[in-house]
């Protein structure tokens, strides 16, 4: 009787289309499904807050929520797309001008990015004002262990592409910088990395308030971090830890898909 081999199943990876067209089609799901899911961690303030995805067929350009509609409505046909100077040239909604000041230099410094998100999150938002980089005291942070900026400065809203370059410089070549009294911002090879990211660190910024209210943490030791860092912090994992994300929020609020 000769054995079967069982076929192990393979890892998901990124989709890659043919057409340009589909993948700016995928690229503008994912993007509502984020803003779905910031809202869903309830990462709205008002009117703060952004995420960017570069076109693309036109690399200057980039895909971003409407200024003032709240993250909760945003569908596929509400995005805007914004040129290199500023305008809105496809959509009915103004953009925000501090979301161009940032995202525009961040793009235009790192042409591997391909997608920028930022708000004002509870959690990153009160970390930010310790003026402090994360430690590795669990698992999840070391996705971030020796791979995340600090701009150790705050002026007021960023209307000027001069403090975006400022904030690209500080977020350099890694996935996240924590802007000092301000908030995060994260990026990734896809939406889904920069989004997933975002709610990570968050919840780490999180993890780490309650850990030291609680008395005094134990760090992971440096060589132990990089190991964990290597195993839990590739653009790929980013990516594949949004899926499970991106099904449970389009299983719920199906509209977002709609363009």
């Not at 669990?138 to 002026?155: E, K, R």
Request: proline share 5%; net charge negative.
């Amino acid at each position: 009787m000769q054995s079967l081999t069982r076929l192990q199943p393979t890892m998901p990876e990124p989709p890659i289309f043919d057409q340009t067209a589909d993948t700016c089609q995928h690229l503008k799901e994912r993007l509502a499904a984020a803003f779905r899911l910031f809202a869903f961690y309830g990462f709205d303030e008002g009117i703060a807050g952004h995420i960017t995805v570069r076109d693309p067929e036109q690399s200057d350009h980039f895909w971003v929520n409407p200024f003032g509609m709240h993250f909760s409505r945003i569908r596929v046909r509400d995005l805007l797309l914004v040129n290199s100077e500023g305008d809105v040239v496809e959509g009915n909604y103004p953009v925000n001008r501090a979301a161009f000041a940032i995202h525009s230099e961040v793009h235009a410094a790192r042409p591997d990015v391909i997608a920028s998100a930022h708000s004002h999150s509870i959690h990153g938002r009160a970390w930010s004002s310790l003026g402090r980089k994360l430690d590795p005291l669990t698992q999840d942070a070391c996705a971030f262990y020796n791979d995340h900026g600090f701009f150790d400065d705050y002026t007021g809203v960023v209307l000027d592409p001069a403090e975006g370059k400022r904030i690209a410089r500080a977020l350099g070549s890694h996935k996240a910088v924590i802007l000092r009294n301000h908030g995060l911002l994260t990026v990734g090879h896809s939406v889904d990395e920069a989004a997933y990211w975002f709610i990570s660190m968050d919840r780490c910024c999180q993890a780490q308030l309650l850990a030291e209210a609680a008395g005094k943490p134990i760090l992971i030791e440096p060589e132990h971090a990089e190991v964990a860092h290597s195993q839990v912090g590739s653009h790929h994992i980013g990516w594949f830890s949004f899926q499970p994300l991106f099904d449970m929020i389009v299983y719920k609020q199906p509209d977002l898909l709609e363009a």
